[in-house]
């Protein structure tokens, strides 16, 4: 159980004199997950991502690093810092060798000289730039630095990693390279990964946890369970498929490719094995995941399709459920909720 | 050899000047540099002003503290090299702060965030950028020998010219110059500027090392 | 393979530079500590005549003492030494010096030695200085004639002499009167460029004359003496100077070997000055 989601924001407002870049009235992140945020640029992506990695206080409102307040002064700033790291958007490789940058966390934190080869050999293969480390800066190109500053912030291994578009300077043939290294980070390394995109279909492909922001506020949908697919079965009750071949049904009155949602607060839980309509949307999967928090109980469940579950506490304890039990999730058709339509 | 002894007084006050005008000025032109605060303009136009420092009214201002009668003069450094080194010193410090402020205000603002989200402390960041800053501090610290090795007014005024203590390659310059002798006074131009060259090169030689 | 990566080499050369500046800083306090210094402040026509280069090393040799020779105007030497940072005086300003004792700067006053102002000109001689009957006359020529004269301007002995010779005629001329505010040099060659007349003394000419197209118009006057004396700072007045040594170097300076030293320092041939300490013995 990871009680304590990575961040949480309370009513975090940030300002420049005439002007609200942020305006966030609750936001969390969990621990241990990959999250996307996005957003057209402009939208206060970075704003946000400087107040994450504790760069800028915020000019108003709260944040907690995992459940307790974070600090931006003082020697618990540092240790809170140590453990969040930032990729910047364009980032800045330090005057001299590619070593030289990516030991650098772990000369700052006076880590044993010893361990500085293995570790930099290391980040440097994660991002398949294994050999690099004497090149000069100056000599790279501009994907390769951009790597570079990846291999970096994995060096000290820290447990949240955030990656301000990360995309933005890679070049076409290696962005599922780079999608499929976020992956890796989050489970190999466990570290929980908050990246920024204007690209929604993106976002999706590597997390459903999507945080959407446009001119500086948290969009209305901040969703999870994600879907995507091409509109079947006109009528009344149309249906995308997804992976798998699994069919979820949506409201009627919508056509071509669709984004859609299921909002995990509206979706059922029984025990499996007991009788079920078939014509509705209902996954059978086990609970492989548990957090409460607010009095409300935050539940995963894997199967041919995965899901993100809320429920309330009280109907959390009636029904006893416990992690590994075997579930069937359901929601109704006019739950689903339509975030983007292409025809 | 009087005249090793002259380049010797020369390097020995200008260098001692200049690097310790560096130790104070360096840190302070990043502290300006970083820190904002009321009168921060001000300070760099006052800065920027005393540039223009004219080296007579420094040797003025220091023979009067050494002097005898002045508020320094029990510590007997007026005509001694030491009393040089203190009005080079408030030459240089200047030039070496306000350099080193716009070297630092030239440095990329991503420095010291990337250094600071990479775990580094705020003396370890702050360090970060002056290194990255390093060709422009050099080059203040250049610029402040610069200006303390080629002055005669205060190095004459607090030195004394005194023969094989005090007389440094520019007093000497201007002393054979009212003697009439040119050809001796060029010459001496010329090894000044042999050994400004020297120092140059040296200091470019520990860029190189260091890309 | 042992790396040895150098992240941060400005931190070594800030600790390079702390350490040079501490170094620097005591060798430079050390310069200024170290003991028997004798702080001389002196005319430049004593000091670049090569005079005192020629004397010195005989006394700071015998007595191990560094002398610091600091060489300015008589007007200036006496004031360092009335702030008290000079040990004593060698000048050639009579009045000046007799003021400077009279007011308790300065003790034991003593005659050291003489030589002599010249009046130099074109060789031309547009206003006819040559064959004065005296310096007041010769310099009463120049003014009449209207002649450029270059004045030191900057309160030396030699500036004082020729006020006091102006004096003599109802004051300096009003036009074509250059105050050139420099040493003696500088006046010299000052008055070449304008083919001007000037007061200076033998010594400096006769050091600079190959450079010039001026020649003595005028000289051998009693008028024209000038006397050199050595002044200690009154150690009552400033406790700090250096009293006895400077005391021992009067002695010396004053000593008949030093005397016949001074005789016998030359120039192009021609002693530039005659030692006026010790008195000779009266004819029996």
């Known amino acids: ?343 | 050899m009087e005249l090793l002894g002259i380049i010797w007084v020369s390097l020995r006050v200008s260098l001692a000047a200049t690097t310790l005008a560096a130790l104070a000025s360096v840190p302070l032109g990043f502290w300006i540099a970083v820190r904002e605060f009321p009168g921060k303009r001000v300070v760099v136009v006052i800065l920027n002003t005393l540039f223009s420092l004219p080296t007579v009214v420094v040797g003025l201002l220091v023979y009067g503290l050494l002097s005898h009668s002045g508020p320094l003069g029990s510590l007997k450094l007026l005509y001694t090299p030491a009393g040089m080194t203190l009005g080079q010193w408030i030459l240089a410090t200047p030039v070496i702060t306000a350099l080193t402020y716009a070297a630092t205000k030239g440095v990329d603002e991503r420095v010291r965030p990337t250094a600071l989200t990479l775990g580094a402390d705020g003396w370890q960041a702050g360090l970060m950028v002056l290194r990255e800053a390093r060709y422009g501090l050099l080059a203040a610290v250049v610029a402040g020998f610069g200006r303390v090795i080629s002055e005669v007014g205060a190095a004459i005024m607090i030195g004394g010219n005194i023969r094989g203590y005090t007389r440094t390659i520019t007093t000497a310059i201007a002393l054979e110059t009212s003697k009439g002798e040119f050809q001796i006074g060029l010459i001496l131009g010329v090894i000044l500027l042999a050994v400004a060259l020297s120092v140059n090169l040296f200091v470019h030689a520990f860029l190189r090392a260091r890309p | 393979m042992e790396r040895r990566p150098k992240i941060f080499s400005l931190k070594n050369f800030y600790l390079h530079s702390v350490g040079w500046g501490l170094i620097s800083l005591l060798t430079a306090s050390a310069w200024a500590k170290e003991p028997g210094r004798l702080k001389l402040a002196t005319t430049t026509s004593t000091e670049n005549s090569g005079l005192l280069a020629y004397l010195l090393p005989d006394f700071e040799k015998r007595f191990d003492l560094k002398v610091d020779v600091i060489a300015v105007g008589t007007g200036k030497a006496l004031k360092l030494a009335e702030n008290g940072d000079a040990d004593l005086v060698l000048v050639h300003a009579p009045e000046l010096e007799a003021a400077f004792v009279r007011a308790g700067f300065g003790v034991n006053r003593r005659a050291v030695m003489k030589n002599e102002f010249v009046i130099v000109g074109p060789p031309a001689d547009p206003a006819r200085v040559k064959g004065s009957s005296d310096a007041a006359k010769a310099m009463s020529q120049v003014k009449q004639s209207g002649a450029v004269f270059v004045s030191r301007g900057d309160y030396s002995g030699t500036h004082q002499k020729e006020k006091a010779l102006w004096a003599l005629v109802q004051g300096q001329p009003e036009k074509n009167y250059l105050e050139a505010g420099q040493g003696m040099e500088a006046a010299l060659f000052m008055a070449n460029e304008k083919q001007a007349y000037t007061l200076t003394d033998r010594g400096t000419y006769l050091a600079v004359m190959d450079k010039l197209n001026l020649l003595i118009l005028f000289e051998h006057d009693p008028m024209l003496d000038n006397p050199y004396s050595v002044i200690a700072v009154n150690p009552g007045r400033h406790p700090h100077v250096n009293y006895l040594d400077a005391m021992l170097f009067i002695a010396w300076l004053t000593s008949p070997e030093t005397q016949a030293r001074i005789e016998t320092f030359q120039k192009h041939g021609q002693a530039l000055f005659r030692p006026a300490a010790v008195p000779q013995p009266a004819p029996k």
């Open chain 1, 1 to 343: 159980m990871n009680p304590n989601p990575a961040f949480r924001l309370r009513q975090i407002r940030q300002e420049i004199p005439g002007r609200t870049l942020l305006e966030v009235p609750e936001l969390e992140f969990p621990t241990g997950e990959v999250s996307a945020l996005v957003g057209p640029n402009g939208a206060g992506k970075t704003t946000l991502f400087r107040i994450l990695a504790l760069l800028d206080p915020p000019f108003a409102g709260a944040l907690e690093f995992r459940g307790e307040p974070a600090a931006f002064s003082g020697p618990r700033w540092l240790e809170l810092r140590r453990r969040i790291t930032l990729v910047h958007q364009t980032p800045f490789l330090f005057r001299g060798t590619v070593f030289q940058n990516v030991a650098f966390g772990l000369r700052v934190r006076g880590e044993p000289q010893a361990i500085w080869p293995p570790r930099v050999a290391e980040a440097l293969e994660l991002v398949d730039l294994g050999g690099f480390q004497d090149r000069f800066v100056i000599a790279l190109s501009g994907g390769e630095a951009q790597r570079v500053a990846i291999a970096r912030a994995l060096a000290v291994q820290p447990e949240v990693l955030l990656l301000d578009e990360p995309f933005a300077n890679v070049d076409a043939g290696r962005i599922s390279r780079l999608e499929a290294l976020i992956s890796e980070i989050n489970h190999r390394l466990g570290a929980t990964v908050i990246f920024s995109t204007h690209n929604l279909g993106q976002a999706f492909r590597l997390t459903s946890r999507v945080v959407t922001l446009v001119a500086g506020k948290v969009a209305e949908f901040g969703h999870e369970n994600i879907f995507s697919g091409a509109v079947e079965g006109e009528g009344a009750e149309p249906w995308i498929t997804v992976r798998g071949g699994w069919r979820i049904r949506i409201g009627p009155g919508v056509s071509g490719r669709v984004t859609c949602s299921v909002p995990p607060e509206a979706i059922a839980l029984r025990p499996a094995g007991g009788p079920g309509a078939s014509e509705c949307n209902c996954f059978e999967g086990e609970i492989t995941r548990m957090e409460c928090h607010n009095g409300r109980v935050r539940l995963r469940v894997d199967g041919p399709v995965s899901f993100r579950v809320v429920l309330p506490d009280q109907e959390f304890q009636r029904q006893g459920i416990r992690l590994g039990d075997r579930v069937v999730v359901s929601f109704t058709p006019a739950a689903v909720k339509i975030l983007e339509a292409k025809p």
